[in-house]
């Protein structure tokens, strides 16, 4: 387990309680009753600190290492996956990842950014940052999901498009402005979920959905904070400053009208315990589903447009 | 030329030289060079046993391998215009034809049949290769055509698997407008909703590749297979430079986003079965699903784990 800076007393604890774990000739007795007063104690802490986590430490959960990724959504809530690959024009670009499968029972298209989970991986991944290739993917299988009247599942997790010199030369900004737009054209249901990072273009580019989930934790923003210290503070320190002024965390967006729907992490994080991370968010993406196939497919469009075009009608107060 | 040959009295030379392999039993595979028994050859579907390396598969073999239970039906194709341009080279073009179908036992390069895939209902025009190379002229478009109104017909998703070295040039012109031809005879699969996948095989060159073969709703193909437009040796006089390895292959074009996935040859009919299941919204019992009010009241909850 990795932990963050802000975890260390609850970390110190747990290291205790392993200490103790490994302890077997004294008490045994005593041992178990001091591993669950310590284990009260863990379970207390973590109540305490992730009740009212901060924008900053919210950021860092949002991109913790053990933090369930897409593959892991994948493996768990949907069988018979298909990947399918390419944008039939110049590469496959596995920052995307896109496919069929069957979600408790309905086929689905499911397209997300996956960051990778080791340093090869990650490498592979190009640490969920996609290129245009990977934008013209995922419209192309959000057309082709449309064609075939199936229902699209988008599951965001990026820091952001990828800057470099080779992506805009193809059309970074014009790949990722397609797949805006497809997202708001097809006729079938499309439930977009934030399921850690909602990295700028990068991510509205794939949720734009009648339904936008986001999971307790998650940040969803224009920029990330470290980029948006260094340009308006000028300095990358304040990024704790630009967290907390950006308004990305799933409560204040859900209070925006941004995001429809907040999704509870379990105790701690979604990191400790992905299992129950992943089941939760499968149950409320099944009941969205449930209640979008039974929209006719000109009123999802009709709907889906609506909303975006009435974004940011409500305020903070 | 060796000793032997020169100067081993000719009975000694017949003792000594390895025995002739009879062609029909033994194949070489022509990757890994081990000789292969034809029966050993029939059981992989031509996938060598030493290196997996995928030869071409013969197409009747090609059918029973994918439709469910290897249970298909033939449709018969109409007839064509036979050699339109009274076309001849150091042959005449209908004599090649009567040739090849002699060897081949067949009219033309393509064969239609249909059948269940997964419990799909599913139509399949497969080229021959052994039939001039599987090149397209009048007769193949025709199959294409036919296939593509079968699919139409009965409501069944539609898959072409080229394997073709491209236009057949004695049909000159009549044949490039094939391309177009099969064009409009696939989108009006895919105009009815209909899936239409392309199972690409080792050659899709050409004409073939520039047309139908790049237009399926999803493209898999077979491992190692040449697919692209220009051949190689005509892009190598071109550009006076060796290409790199692995140029035009299977996956090469993956990883330039031509294709959606290379799949073995022997995990084919599974990978079509769940396509097809999940295209047409079949449910893991066979029923259908579809869109937007026959969603299923309790979505199952045995998936993934
Ligand atoms: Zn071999």
């Known amino acids: 387990m990795n932990f963050l800076d802000f975890e260390k007393p609850i970390a110190e604890l747990e290291g205790k309680i392993e200490e103790l774990r490994h302890l077997s000739d004294s008490d045994e007795i005593n041992i178990a009753e001091e591993i669950n007063r310590l284990q009260l104690k863990v379970d207390k802490l973590l109540r305490a600190t992730y009740s009212k986590l901060s924008p900053w430490q919210k950021s860092q959960v949002a991109r913790?290492?053990?933090?369930?990724?897409?593959?892991?959504?994948?493996?768990?809530?949907?069988?018979?996956f298909t990947p399918l690959a390419g944008d039939r024009s110049f590469a496959d670009d596995k920052a995307i990842i896109g496919g069929l499968g069957r979600f408790r029972g309905q086929s689905v298209m499911v397209i997300g950014h996956e960051k990778g989970h080791d340093t090869e991986s990650r490498v592979l991944h190009n640490f969920g940052?996609?290129?245009?290739?990977?934008?013209?993917?995922?419209?192309?299988?959000?057309?082709?999901?449309?064609?075939?009247?199936?229902?699209?599942l988008t599951l965001v997790d990026t820091a952001g498009a990828y800057p470099g010199v080779d992506a805009e030369a193809r059309g970074q900004a014009e790949a990722i402005a397609r797949s805006i737009e497809t997202c708001l054209d097809i006729r079938v249901p499309l439930i977009s979920v934030i399921i850690g990072e909602g990295g700028s273009g990068g991510a509205i580019a794939l949720a734009a959905g009648n339904v936008v989930l986001m999971l307790e934790h998650a940040i969803y923003s224009v920029i990330s904070p470290e980029g948006c210290a260094s340009i308006l503070w000028r300095s990358g320190d304040a990024a704790k400053d630009a967290a907390e002024a950006l308004r990305l965390t799933a409560q204040d967006l859900?209070?925006?009208?941004?995001?429809?729907?907040?999704?509870?992490?379990?105790?701690?994080?979604?990191?400790?315990?992905?299992?129950?991370t992943i089941s939760t968010l499968g149950d409320h993406i099944e009941r969205s589903l449930k209640t979008l196939c039974l929209i006719e497919g000109g009123v999802l469009r009709a709907r889906r447009r609506e909303k975006f075009l009435a974004m940011g009608k409500v305020g903070l107060s | 030329?060796?000793?032997?040959?020169?100067?081993?009295?000719?009975?000694?030379?017949?003792?000594?030289?390895?025995?002739?392999?009879?062609?029909?039993?033994?194949?070489?595979?022509?990757?890994?060079?081990?000789?292969?028994?034809?029966?050993?050859?029939?059981?992989?579907?031509?996938?060598?046993?030493?290196c997996d390396h995928h030869m071409r598969l013969e197409v009747k073999a090609r059918l029973a391998s994918l439709f469910d239970g290897g249970q298909y039906q033939r449709i018969e194709l109409p007839k064509s215009v036979v050699d339109p341009l009274k076309f001849r080279d150091s042959k005449r073009y209908v004599d090649r034809l009567r040739d090849s179908q002699a060897k081949t036992s067949e009219q033309d390069a393509i064969v239609v049949a249909h059948g269940k895939i997964g419990g799909t209902n599913?139509?399949?025009?497969?080229?021959?290769?052994?039939?001039?190379?599987?090149?397209?002229?009048?007769?193949?478009?025709?199959?294409?055509?036919?296939?593509?109104?079968?699919?139409?017909?009965?409501?069944a998703a539609l898959i072409l698997i080229p394997a073709s070295g491209g236009a057949r040039m004695q049909e000159g012109i009549l044949s490039l407008m094939q391309m177009a031809r099969t064009t409009v005879a696939v989108d009006k699969v895919k105009e009815k909703g209909l899936p239409y996948i392309v199972l690409l095989t080792d050659p899709t060159t050409g004409g073939v590749s520039a047309s139908f073969a790049m237009l399926g709703d999803i493209h898999i193909s077979e491992p190692g297979a040449v697919i692209g437009f220009?051949?190689?040796?005509?892009?190598?006089?071109?550009?006076r430079e060796k290409l790199p390895d692995g140029f035009q292959r299977a996956e090469y074009l993956l990883e330039h986003g031509m294709v959606d996935m290379v799949v073995h040859r022997h995990k084919l009919p599974e990978t079509l079965a769940t396509l097809l299941g999940l295209l047409r919204h079949r449910g893991p019992a066979g029923q259908v699903l579809s869109l937007p009010v026959d969603i299923p009241d309790s979505f199952e909850t045995d998936t993934g784990d």
């Open chain 1, 254 to 276: 859900h209070a925006l009208e941004v995001i429809d729907e907040i999704v509870p992490e379990p105790l701690g994080g979604a990191h400790r315990n992905p299992e129950v």
């Open chain 2, 122 to 155: 599913t139509v399949i025009a497969a080229f021959n290769f052994a039939f001039m190379g599987g090149s397209m002229g009048m007769a193949v478009g025709d199959g294409i055509v036919a296939a593509a109104e079968l699919a139409i017909l009965q409501d």
């Open chain 1, 64 to 80: 913790h290492p053990d933090r369930p990724h897409l593959s892991d959504y994948i493996a768990r809530l949907v069988s018979d």
């Open chain 2, 230 to 239: 220009a051949g190689a040796r005509v892009i190598e006089t071109t550009i």
């Open chain 1, 129 to 152: 940052m996609a290129k245009p290739e990977g934008y013209r993917k995922a419209r192309r299988l959000m057309e082709m999901a449309d064609h075939f009247r199936i229902p699209v």
């Open chain 2, 1 to 50: 030329m060796n000793w032997l040959t020169n100067f081993v009295r000719p009975k000694i030379q017949r003792l000594v030289r390895p025995r002739e392999v009879p062609e029909n039993l033994w194949d070489k595979c022509p990757q890994c060079g081990h000789m292969i028994f034809h029966r050993d050859l029939a059981k992989t579907l031509s996938v060598c046993p030493h």
